[in-house]
C-alpha cells in the first residue's frame, strides 16, 4: 500500500474555557490560519485535514479551514476519536500526525521529525516527550493502530482524547530535544495563553517564527513567562 500521511487538526468552536478560540485573530489571520500555514511546510506530509463537528456552530470552522486550502472532515462533536477514524477513512491517510487546532504556533520541523521518526521505527506512536514545549508537537500513529483504538476503545475519555488506547496498548516513543524548553507553554486554552501569544506576535510574525526565535523572545522578556506558567493543562 502507497502510504499517505495525513496531518489532521481536531477543531471546534465549543471550548469550555475559552469558547471560539481558534477563530480568535492576530494581525488578521486566525488561529487555525495560523496552524494550517505552517503545517504546509511540513514535508513529509501528503494532506492537511480539518476534523470539525457537524454542529451548526462549526460551520464557521469550515469557512476558515477551506480558506486556507484545507480538506474538511464533520462528524461527532464528542467523539473525537470517530472524527480522526472517519476523517482517516475518507481520505485514504495510511499515518496520521494529530495535531490540536489551538496550538497556533506549532512547529513544522518538529512534527516532520516526529513523522520520520515514526516511518523509520516499529512503533505504535510517536509522540513529544517533556523536552518540548506544549504545543509544538504531534501525536504520530499508523491507521491500523487508529482503527484498534477506534473498534476497543470503551470509555469517554478514550473517545475524548483520540490515543489514550494506543499508549496504554501500543509502543510508544517519546522525542527529546537537547535543551529542555518543557517549561514553557505555547498552546491556548485561557485567556492568559492568549496573553502570551500576542505577546510573542508582537515581536515576531507568527507565520513565519521558528522555535528558537520563540526561545529568544522569551529569554530577551523573562516576564513573558510569567504570563501563563501557572495554567494548568487540562487533561
Known sequence: ???????IIQAHMGSTRLPGKVLKTVNGISVLGYVISRLKKVRNADAIIVATSTLDMDDAIVT???????L???????????????????????????ICSDNM???????????????????DLVTSGTTIPLGLGTEVFSFDSLEEAYFKSTTPYEHEHVAPYIYEHGKVNYCEMDKDMGKYRFTLDTEEDWKLINAIASKLNPKECTLEDIITVMEKNPEFYEINKHVKQKS
Open 105 to 123: 504556533f506549532i512547529d513544522p520541523e518538529i512534527v516532520e521529525h516526529e513523522i520520520n521518526i515514526f516511518m523509520q521505527n516499529d512503533y
Open 1 to 7: 500500500m502507497v502510504k499517505k500521511i495525513g496531518l
Open 72 to 98: 474538511v472532515y464533520r462528524g461527532d462533536n464528542d467523539d473525537v476519536l470517530s472524527r480522526y477514524y472517519k476523517a482517516a477513512k475518507k481520505y485514504e491517510i495510511t499515518d496520521i500526525a494529530r
Open 64 to 70: 476558515e479551514s477551506e480558506k486556507y486550502g484545507a
